[in-house]
């Protein structure tokens, strides 16, 4: 009974030990491709005059939500 119990947490040991070191190692290569990225977040639009002249599906959506926050008040 005590070998069962001995190999057992032994067992437990290198597979807990192995879940640490993949989970380190997951941790570190994101931490890699993140420091990669040059581009950083700005908030502007990158075509910003697009946003100007909106097309028929925008202002269907744009109806849409208006319509359901007139109907919603309760």
Known sequence: MADTQ?????????????????????????????????DEYSGRARNPEKLMDPDAEALAQLDQLLDGGLNSDE
Do not use: H, P, Y
Request: cysteine-free; glycine content about 4%.
């Open 6 to 38: 001995s190999i057992l947490a032994v067992l437990l040991s290198i597979s807990a030990g192995l879940l640490i070191w993949v989970i380190l190692r997951l941790r570190q290569k994101r931490r890699m491709s993140n420091t990669d990225e040059t």
